[in-house]
């Protein structure tokens, strides 16, 4: 039997910016875990952003895709966060993917295309403060 692992981790370096790390397979088996943990950490960046510490500046939710090791779909649980973020004024950046650009299928490449990517989470958090 194939034990499908996928591994997730939550940090809020400043508030109003969540970072989320995604680790090894990112597959239709997995990606429901995913899309349940960005749907949560969604809300929290919509709460977090009434807050007075955190209403004047966007909130941002950063996707650190640098651990998946295989993208054998799952990659559509990104778009419907964007959707979702869109919707609550919540920037969504994916990042751990500019380096593996030509290594991604051609649909997937296509999907990223559609968000800000940066290099690393680091280099979004940096933005997403500016």
Not at 30 to 58: E, K
Not at 78 to 84: E, S
């Amino acid at each position: 039997m194939l034990v499908e692992s996928l591994i997730l981790a939550v940090e809020e370096p400043v508030a109003g910016v969540v970072v989320v790390r995604v680790g090894g397979e990112l597959n239709r088996g997995t990606a429901p875990r995913l899309a349940r943990l960005l749907d949560g950490q969604l809300d929290h960046c919509v709460a977090v952003h009434d807050t007075p510490a955190t209403i004047d500046r966007r909130a941002h939710l950063i996707v650190d895709l640098s651990g998946v090791r295989n993208f054998a779909g799952g990659l559509s649980v990104l778009r419907q966060a964007q959707y979702t973020a869109d919707l609550a004024d919540v920037g969504v950046h994916l990042t751990g993917l500019v380096a593996r650009a030509g290594l991604l299928p051609a649909w997937a490449a296509e999907l990223m295309a559609q968000f800000n990517g940066f290099p690393t989470a680091e280099d979004a958090l940096t933005a997403a403060l500016d």
